[in-house]
C-alpha cells in the first residue's frame, strides 16, 4: 500500500473516530455514563495518534522524494537541506492544515487526560467541543484539501521547491510558534463552553486554563515577533510590520488573549466580569479561525496568503458562523448566571483600570479586522452591485480600496500609547478605591519620571510628538515597576536580614505571577522603548558603483564591490559594503540577491546589518548590473530597533515565570 493511500484512510478514520469520540463525549455527559465518557476520552486520544501517523506519513514523503504526492512535488525538491524539507509539512495550504489537526489533537489529549479527576463534570462536555473542532479539520482534509492527493498520470521526476522566502532558519520555528499559541486556543475555548453547558461559571473553570491560556499567548508573542525578525532581514524594506492582512490575522487573537489574561484577575478577586471573561474566550477562538480563513481562503491580497479557494472560503464562513451561534447562545442562556458578585465602586481603582484596558484591546482587534477586510469588503460590493445594479440600488459599483500601513500607524498609535499608559496605571491604583493620599504617594514618582525624560529630550532637539509621548509614557511605566519591585524588596529586607539581590529572588519566587506580570510589563515597556527610535528613522535609496560613497546620518557608506557566487541551490550576488564612522570603518556588510535554480523568478533579498545598542546600520539590494558595477540599494538607520527584540527576551522570561506559578499562588499575588 503507498504512502498517499495510507495517508487518505487515516484521515478518513480520524474523521470518523472524531465523530464518534465527540457523540459518545455528549451522550455519556447527558446519561452521566462513564463508560460512554470513557469511550469518547479514548477517541480523542486516538485522533491523536491517528493525526500523527499521517503527519509522519507526509514527513516520510518530503524526506523520501515522493513526487506522486502532489503537496510534496509542489513544495519540495532534492536540492532543499533536509531540515527545510521537514519544514515544507507546513509550508503550504494541505500540510498546515495537517499540521493544525495534529497540534490540535496533541492540545486536546493533554487537557482531557490533565482534568479528567479535577473536572470530572466539565470534561466530557469539553471533549465533545475538542472532538468536534477535529472533526471539521479532518474533514476539509478528506473532502477539499487532501495532502495526500496524487498523480494519477505522468508524475514529475522533480520538486518545485518550497517558497525562497520560506528557506529561512526564522520560517522554520515562526510558523510553528504561531500554530502552538493559535490552536492551543481551543482547549479554553472547549472548557469555557462546557462551564456554560453544566452551569459552573465560576472562577474554577478558569483556572483550569488559565495557564493554557498563558501559554497561548507566549507562543503568538514568540511567532509575532519572529514574524517581524524574518520581515526585518529578509524582505529588505527596513521595517518589521507592515500591517499586511496575514500579520494581522496573527495578532487579533493577541488582542483578545491578552485582554483575558488581564480581566480574569477581577473575576478571581471580586467575582466580577464573568460575561467579560467567557467571551473573550469565545471571541479569542473564534478569531484564530477567523485568521485561518483570511490566510487560506483568498478573501485578502498578501505575499504571506496560501492562495483564493472558494470553497474553503464558504466552509470556513459556515463554521464561524455556526460558532457564533452556538457559543453567544450559550452565553445568553446563562446570563443569569453570569452576574457579577461585586461591583465597580470608582474609577479611581485596578478593576476600572483593567475594564479600560479590556475595550482599548477589543476596539484595537475590532479596528485592525475591520480595516484588514474592507478592501475585500469594498470588492464584494463592487461583484454585488454590477450583477445586481437595480436590486441593491448601487449604480456605481466603485472601486477596490487599498489600505496601508500609514492608515493603521495613524489610528494604532494612539490606541498602543493608551495601552502602554495603563500598564504603567493599574499597579498604581488600589482594587475598590484608591484614596487621595495613596494616589500622590503612588503617582508622584513616575509623574515626575516621565516629564523629566520628555524635557530632556525637548532639550536634546528630539522634538518628535509621537516619539516624546512614547518615550515619556515610557518613563512612566518603567518607574511604576521599579517602584513596586523596590517596595518588595525593601519590606522583605525589613522582616529578614538578607541582600538584595536574595530578597528580589524571593519576592520573584513568592508571588511569581504578580512579579512575572511585571516582568512582562518590562519587556513591553523596553519594546516600545524600540518602537519610539522609529521616529528618528534614517532612509536613503541610492545606485552606487564600486569605490562610490555616500553618506547617512553620521556614517559613511562605501561600495567596495561585488561577488558573483553559487552552490547547489541557488546563485548569489554579494555587494561588500563599507561602514565607515569618524574615519574609521566599523564593519563590513554583505547584503545580497539570492536566484534559486527551481524559482529563478522569485529572488531574495538577503540583508545585512551593523548592528549596536543604539542602532542598526540596514543596506539591502535590490538591483545590479554585474557588468558596469551598478548597485541599487536601500539605505537606512533604525534608532534603538534591537530594543525590541530584547524587549521580547525579558517579556518571554517573565511569562514564563508566569506559567511557573505554584497552586498556592491565589489571586492575592496578582499583577
Known amino acids: 500500500m503507498s504512502i498517499a493511500t ?69 513544495t519540495s525538491d532534492a536540492a532543499m537541506p533536509l531540515f527545510y524539507k521537514i519544514t515544507s509539512f507546513w509550508g503550504g495550504l494541505d500540510g498546515s492544515m495537517l499540521f493544525w489537526v495534529l497540534l490540535h489533537t496533541l492540545f486536546a489529549s493533554l487537557a482531557l487526560h490533565a482534568n479528567r ?9 469539553a471533549a465533545a467541543v475538542l472532538s468536534v473542532i477535529t472533526a471539521f479539520f479532518a474533514g476539509l482534509l478528506l473532502f477539499i484539501k487532501d495532502p495526500f492527493g496524487v498523480y494519477l498520470l505522468d508524475i514529475p521526476t522533480q520538486g518545485k521547491g518550497l517558497n525562497p522566502l520560506l528557506q529561512n532558519l526564522y520560517m522554520i520555528v515562526h510558523p510553528p510558534s504561531l500554530y502552538l499559541g493559535y490552536v492551543s486556543l481551543a482547549v479554553p475555548y472547549a472548557f469555557g463552553m462546557a462551564a456554560l453547558i453544566t452551569g459552573q461559571v465560576d472562577a474554577a473553570w478558569q483556572r483550569s486554563v488559565r495557564r493554557w491560556t498563558l501559554f497561548s499567548w507566549m507562543f503568538l508573542t514568540f511567532g509575532l515577533i519572529l514574524g517581524g525578525l524574518w520581515a526585518y532581514e529578509e524582505l529588505g524594506w527596513g521595517g518589521y510590520w507592515a500591517w499586511d492582512p496575514v500579520e494581522n490575522a496573527g495578532l487579533l487573537p493577541w488582542f483578545t488573549v491578552t485582554a483575558f489574561l488581564h480581566s480574569i484577575m477581577i473575576q478571581e478577586r471580586r467575582g466580577m466580569m464573568k460575561v467579560w471573561n467567557v467571551s473573550l474566550v469565545i471571541v479569542s477562538f473564534l478569531l484564530t479561525i477567523v485568521g485561518t480563513f483570511m490566510t487560506r481562503s483568498g478573501v485578502v491580497q498578501s505575499v504571506h496568503a496560501f492562495g483564493a479557494d472558494p470553497v474553503l472560503a464558504w466552509t470556513f ?74 436590486l441593491l440600488g448601487w449604480q456605481d459599483p466603485g472601486e477596490r480600496v487599498t489600505i496601508g500601513a500609514p492608515f493603521f500607524n495613524r489610528y494604532m498609535r494612539p490606541l498602543g500609547l493608551s ?36 524635557l530632556v529630550l525637548l532639550a536634546l532637539g528630539l522634538g518628535s510628538p509621537w516619539g516624546l509621548a512614547c518615550f515619556g509614557l515610557c518613563a512612566f511605566t518603567f518607574w511604576t515597576i521599579v517602584q513596586e519591585f523596590y517596595r518588595g524588596v525593601a519590606l522583605r529586607r525589613r522582616q529578614r536580614p538578607q541582600s538584595v539581590l536574595d530578597a528580589l529572588i524571593g519576592l520573584v519566587l513568592r508571588a511569581r505571577r504578580r512579579y512575572g506580570g511585571y516582568i512582562v510589563h ?24 564600486p569605490g562610490d560613497t555616500t553618506e547617512l546620518g553620521d556614517y559613511v557608506i562605501r561600495h567596495d564591490g561585488l561577488r558573483a557566487t553559487e552552490d547547489w541551490q541557488k546563485e548569489m550576488i554579494t555587494a561588500h559594503i563599507a561602514v565607515l564612522k569618524d574615519g574609521e570603518q566599523k564593519t563590513t556588510l554583505l547584503p545580497a540577491r539570492w536566484w534559486y535554480f527551481q524559482l529563478p523568478e522569485q529572488p531574495t533579498t538577503e540583508v545585512s546589518r551593523y548592528m549596536t545598542f543604539g542602532e542598526d546600520v540596514y543596506v539591502s539590494i535590490q538591483e545590479v548590473d554585474m557588468s558596469t558595477g551598478w ?19 525579558v517579556m518571554l522570561a517573565g511569562s514564563l515565570i508566569c506559567v511557573g506559578t505554584r497552586k498556592s499562588d491565589g489571586p492575592g499575588e496578582d499583577a
Open 6 to 74: 495510507l495517508g487518505t484512510a487515516s484521515i478518513l478514520l480520524l474523521f470518523v473516530l472524531s465523530l464518534a469520540s465527540a457523540g459518545f463525549s455528549a451522550l455519556g455527559a447527558a446519561r452521566r455514563s462513564e463508560r460512554l465518557i470513557e469511550a469518547g476520552l479514548q477517541g480523542a486520544y486516538a485522533s491523536f495518534a491517528l493525526a500523527a501517523f499521517a503527519s509522519s506519513l507526509i514527513i516520510y514523503g518530503f524526506v523520501a522524494g515522493d513526487y506522486s504526492i502532489q503537496y510534496v512535488q509542489k
Open 117 to 125: 479527576d479535577r473536572h470530572r463534570e466539565l470534561v466530557p462536555h
Open 317 to 390: 464562513g459556515g463554521f464561524m458562523l455556526a460558532i457564533v451561534l452556538f457559543s453567544f447562545g450559550l452565553v445568553i442562556w446563562r446570563l443569569p448566571l453570569l452576574r457579577s458578585r461585586g461591583e465597580l465602586e470608582s474609577v479611581l481603582s485596578r478593576e476600572f483600570a483593567f475594564l479600560v484596558n479590556n475595550w482599548l484591546f477589543l476596539v484595537a482587534a475590532i479596528f485592525v479586522l475591520g480595516a484588514t477586510m474592507w478592501p475585500t469588503f469594498t470588492e464584494w460590493r463592487m461583484i454585488l452591485a454590477e450583477r445586481y445594479p437595480d
Open 419 to 454: 495601552l502602554l499608559l495603563l500598564t504603567g496605571v493599574g499597579p498604581l491604583l488600589a482594587w475598590r478605591k484608591t484614596s487621595q493620599v495613596n494616589l500622590v504617594k503612588q503617582f508622584l514618582g513616575p509623574l515626575v519620571a516621565g516629564a523629566l525624560t520628555v
Open 522 to 545: 518590562l519587556g513591553v515597556v523596553l519594546m516600545f522603548f524600540g518602537w519610539a527610535g522609529n521616529a528618528y528613522k534614517i532612509e536613503r535609496k541610492t545606485t552606487l558603483r
Open 631 to 649: 548597485t541599487q540599494m536601500s539605505l537606512y538607520i533604525n534608532p534603538l530597533v534591537n530594543w525590541i527584540w530584547f524587549g521580547f527576551a
